[in-house]
């Protein structure tokens, strides 16, 4: 289940990491329709080949991430999303775009933006404020390049704009992203916190299911309880299966109380638990009925294995040798039924009983089935 469950999320994961992947190809696809605008209005002076070369490398990128997120190769590496891998190329690319822009540049400055928020929910405050500098130090060294190499130098006043104007948004969105991420870090905490009271609610609902269909003295389920499971493995049984059912009674068990004292009767009722619940199968159903009376459900058996399952039973307890009763023979016993898909539980444990009385009455200490036909 736990190789299901981490499928689950590896499939869960790499399915948002697609959308996200998706948004950002969808912003490449505008920034490059922007492009060609420019190249088509003459403030992008381009050779048409280097333009086409650039649209091309953008889109043979994109293809290549698709194709390792596609494929599951991006789950190698720390970060499956690659978040700061895609943003760095971005911002190489956008600044490459800069650079030959003219009039534009100022309304192409704009697109750090986006380029930054792409990492906002992933990027870690440090790392996002590290890409920030970056694209600084790229638009920076756009312009010295520029002053360097000008015969004669821009007017140092648009440029300053336009470097301040930067610099302002880049230190607003690292201020904003490292407020997002203590966000998330204090909602990381209350959701583990939650997940840990939700366990330990799960853990106490368990126990209390547990004592409510659990006897308190013996460890074995309680009637109530009982009938709810012999009640649902009825439901299930096929056409041609049959449920073993057998009313199990401790003889004699008032005289053990009157002569020996509750406390001794009640390591008696103890005994007969442990011994007979290691005798039987992990999947068969052993309650306390009432008093000494017990019920057992043998599920998918015949006449033949519950009979021989409750002469186990019963030649199992009379062995026992328990301190204190030693003048008292240690004594059971048993009706037995069958239980068919069409079969009523009721009915069922009134042939049990039926049997039980038999049992009783023809001198105790014998195990009588309900199928058999003996005469009052």
């Not at 970056?134 to 470097?163: D, H, K, S, Y």
């Not at 004699?252 to 390591?267: E, L, S, T, W």
Request: glycine share 6%; aromatic share 10%.
């Amino acid at each position: 289940m736990s190789t299901t469950r981490g499928r689950l999320n590896f499939n869960s994961r790499q399915s948002l990491i697609l959308q996200r992947f998706g948004w950002a190809a969808l912003t490449y696809a505008v920034v490059l329709a922007l492009t060609w605008l420019a190249i088509y209005t003459g403030d992008l002076v381009q050779p048409l080949s280097i333009a086409l070369l650039d649209s091309g490398l953008v889109v043979v990128s994109q293809l290549l991430l698709l194709m390792v997120f596609v494929s599951g190769w991006n789950e190698r590496f720390a970060d499956p999303s690659l978040t700061e891998f895609q943003v760095l190329l971005a911002i190489g690319w956008l600044t490459w775009l800069l650079a030959w822009l003219d009039h534009s540049r100022s309304t192409f400055l704009l697109l750090y933006a986006p380029v930054l928020l792409f990492g906002l929910f992933e990027l870690e405050a440090r790392v996002f404020a590290r890409c920030a500098i970056i694209v600084f130090l790229c638009f920076v060294g756009i312009n010295v390049r520029e002053w360097l190499m000008a015969q004669q130098p821009a007017p140092l006043g648009p440029v300053l704009v336009q470097t301040c104007s930067l610099f302002v948004m880049l230190a607003w969105l690292s201020v904003f992203a490292g407020y997002v991420q203590a966000q998330r870090g204090r909602m990381r905490q209350r959701r583990y916190a939650l997940q840990a009271h939700q366990e330990t609610l799960r853990g106490m609902m368990r126990q209390l299911e547990e004592l409510a269909a659990t006897d308190e003295l013996t460890n074995l389920y309680n009637r109530r309880y009982f009938l709810r499971m012999a009640s649902r493995e009825l439901h299930g049984l096929d056409d041609e299966q049959t449920h073993g059912l057998a009313l199990i009674d401790l003889d004699f068990f008032k005289r053990i109380n009157d002569a020996h004292g509750h406390a001794v009767g009640d390591r008696v009722l103890q005994a007969f638990a442990t011994v007979t619940r290691d005798s039987l199968r992990e999947n068969d159903i052993l309650a306390r009925y009432g008093g000494e009376e017990f019920v057992l459900l043998i599920p998918r058996c015949s006449e033949q294995q519950l009979s021989e399952c409750c002469e186990r039973v019963r030649q199992t307890f009379a062995a026992i040798e328990l301190e204190g009763v030693s003048d008292v023979g240690l004594t059971l016993s048993a009706g037995m039924t069958l239980l068919t898909r069409d079969d009523d539980l009721d009915s069922a444990l009134q042939r049990a009983d039926q049997a039980l009385y038999r049992a009783k009455r023809d001198g105790r200490n014998r195990c009588v089935a309900g199928w058999e036909n003996i005469s009052a």
